[in-house]
């Protein structure tokens, strides 16, 4: 009965598929929250994750919703590279040689001629700048973000070492049985998803000097962005929500 007054309120076109899945796209956004801004049910995440620690819980949680990636990390539609899982290896056994060093997510943009997205993920408590500043007003980025930009750029870097002699590459099985995916191999684009802007808050009011230091730094990397939690968790309303 719902299903047919919805049908009729928008003109037809919307299936029981459709319901589902805007359904568990919405439980999947209160899940996000509640990761994000409840350290309890954080911790009880993690006790139940197969692998320990912070950063399984979030690679569990984006695995399962790859939806967020797909539309969140840039303007263009991307997928995992071969309806597999995100985290693959890509040097070593890896993806392109067909029979190693692990990225947390390899995804490729959606077209004619695919192209190549690496991003590592960290977790929402990740600091982005280190405590104390630098200089009065001047603050650096944290190791944690500055590891996780050398490793992201690290492993692009070897990947494309084992593809560089071709501008477009296959993808291969495990077992080496073409995929019939290629992609293009010209600077694939680079994300950082870690921390979240609230270290910037306290009391409810922002810190200028920290924020502008954390903004300064991430436009000034020109191969890698970098991505907060609570900004993807924005991005993820928007395509569920429409604000």
């Not at 009880?44 to 695995?63: D, H, I, K, N, P």
């Not at 684009?189 to 200028?208: K, M, W, Y």
């Not at 300064?216 to 907060?228: G, K, N």
Request: charged share 25%; aromatic share 8%; glycine share 8%.
């Amino acid at each position: 009965m719902v299903l047919g007054a919805v049908r009729t309120a928008i003109g037809g076109g919307l299936t029981e598929e459709d319901i589902r899945l805007i359904s568990n796209r919405r439980e999947q956004l209160q899940k996000f929250k509640r990761l994000l801004n409840d350290p309890d049910y954080f911790q009880q995440e993690e006790s139940l994750a197969t692998t320990r620690g912070a950063e399984a819980v979030w690679q569990a949680f984006f695995e399962t919703n790859q939806w967020i990636f797909g539309y969140g990390l840039n303007l263009i539609a991307c997928e995992s590279i071969d309806d597999g899982k995100l985290e693959r290896i890509t040097t070593g056994a890896n993806i392109f040689g067909g029979a190693g060093k692990r990225i947390d997510a390899i995804m490729r943009s959606k077209g004619l001629i695919s192209s190549m997205l690496f991003c590592e993920i960290k977790t929402h408590d990740t600091e982005l700048l280190a405590k104390a500043p630098y200089r009065a007003g001047v603050y650096q980025a944290s190791k944690e973000l500055g590891g996780g930009v050398a490793q992201v750029q690290k492993t692009v870097s070897k990947a494309q070492q084992l593809i560089s002699r071709e501008f477009l590459t296959r993808i291969y099985d495990d077992d080496g049985t073409p995929t019939g995916i290629e992609l293009s191999t010209t600077r694939p684009r680079q994300v950082v998803v870690i921390g979240s802007l609230r270290e910037f808050t306290h009391n409810g009011a922002v810190n200028p000097e920290k924020i502008n230091s954390f903004e300064l730094y991430r436009t000034s990397i020109q191969d890698v962005e970098i991505i907060t939690f609570d900004e993807l968790y924005q991005r993820a309303c928007f395509i569920v929500e429409d604000r």
